[in-house]
Nanobody
Framework: WVRLEESGGGSVQIGGSLRLSCRASGRLPRSHCMAWFRQTPGKEREGVASLCNEGETRVASSVQDRFTISRDDAENSVLLQMTGLIPADTAMYYC?????????????????WGSGIQVTVSS
């Protein structure tokens, strides 16, 4: 069982930047992937980016020119750098973890989740 804690959310104006951090505590699988998802009311959770400790990375095409996922191994964290934010990026952002080596963006592949953090982009 892994506990995930997100931080770094907030409110920004169009074009602004935010960096989300997800810190994992507990025992991560030897091969694992950590990912970011986002959800708005009434919509399904959407995979944003995933990064595996054995190297594979995947970023959703809708954000790949603006979002970057990376790791901070010293902090046992995965980071999501978001630039050029637009109102469509407004959502609750969730961190998740799965065992494996493939950077999946399907919600059903992940079994431990953080409680989420709000990102709001206003004009």
């Amino acid at each position: 069982w892994v506990r995930l804690e997100e931080s770094g959310g907030g409110s920004v104006q169009i074009g602004g930047s935010l960096r989300l951090s997800c810190r994992a505590s507990g025992r991560l699988p030897r091969s694992h992937c950590m990912a970011w998802f986002r959800q708005t009311p009434g919509k399904e959770r959407e995979g944003v980016a995933s990064l595996c400790n054995e190297g594979e990375t995947r970023v959703a095409s809708s954000v790949q020119d603006r979002f970057t996922i990376s790791r901070d191994d010293a902090e046992n964290s995965v980071l999501l750098q978001m630039t050029g934010l637009i109102p469509a990026d407004t959502a609750m952002y969730y961190c998740a973890v799965r065992e494996g080596v493939l950077a999946k963006l399907e919600e059903s592949r992940y079994y431990d989740w953080g409680s989420g953090i709000q990102v709001t982009v206003s004009s």
